[in-house]
């Protein structure tokens, strides 16, 4: 199992270019989570969708964020225009929901900074 | 609003000695628990989950304990090694099939 892969693993790019991170999750899963890591927030969920449908997005910071998953193994989180504050570790996560379990699996991340 | 949150940020111990890591939550509705691990460079990785309807659980070198009356949270790791040093992350349920993350604690192994 290739886990979940999240592309690229490195985007370096200036403020008010959109940036578009990829997301491809475990097979069989049925829902994707989006978050962001920064030292001072934390871990935060931005949005999770399960059978390819948003569920909750209440965790996207502003209309400069965007998400869709147009099918089961592929998801993009797009920003449009960035900015300085962007920077961080963005992750990617899969699971299967409705076995009981909310253990999620974690992509690699991408480390984005806009300059 | 209510939250999940670390007694302490930095954890050093020496290896082979066991360590315990704790967590505090305060969602008393919270009916499930999960213990992350993070390596640098890296994404959290699952160790260990627990249901509010047990008071342990153990896995291989890890155990988890949940103690509902005080909201309280820990994970002990027998005999740690040099591999166990990351940051260690307790997330909740929060309904919905959502976690929410506390801020982790860093765990350094002193060799």
């Known amino acids: 199992d290739a886990g979940v892969i999240q592309s690229p693993r490195h985007e370096v790019t200036e403020m008010g270019q959109e940036v578009t991170l990829r997301c491809k999750p475990i097979?069989?899963?049925?829902?994707l989570f989006w978050y962001r890591q920064t030292m001072m927030r934390g871990l935060e969920l931005l949005i999770y969708f399960n059978n390819n449908v948003p569920i909750d997005d209440s965790g996207m910071p502003e209309d400069r964020f965007s998400a869709k998953m147009p099918n089961a193994s592929f998801s993009t989180l797009k920003i449009q225009p960035s900015e300085p504050r962007d920077s961080a570790v963005y992750f990617c996560a899969s699971s299967f929901l409705g076995r009981g379990t909310y253990e999620q699996y974690f992509g690699p991340g991408t480390r984005l900074t806009v300059t | 609003g209510e939250s999940v949150g670390l007694h302490l940020p930095t954890l050093s111990v020496q290896e082979g000695d066991n360590s315990i890591i704790n967590c505090a939550y305060s969602n008393s509705a919270s009916d499930y628990f999960i213990w992350y691990k993070q390596e640098s460079g890296k994404g959290p990785q699952f160790i260990i989950d627990?249901?509010?309807?047990?008071d342990k659980r153990q896995g291989q070198r890890v155990t988890v304990l949940l103690n509902k009356t005080v909201k309280h949270l820990s994970l002990q790791i027998a005999a740690t090694q040099p591999g166990d040093s990351a940051v260690y992350f307790c997330a909740e349920n929060l309904g919905d099939y959502k976690l929410s993350f506390g801020a982790g604690t860093t765990v350094t192994v002193r060799a």
């Open positions: 627990i249901r509010s309807n047990m």
């Open positions: 097979s069989g899963h049925n829902s």
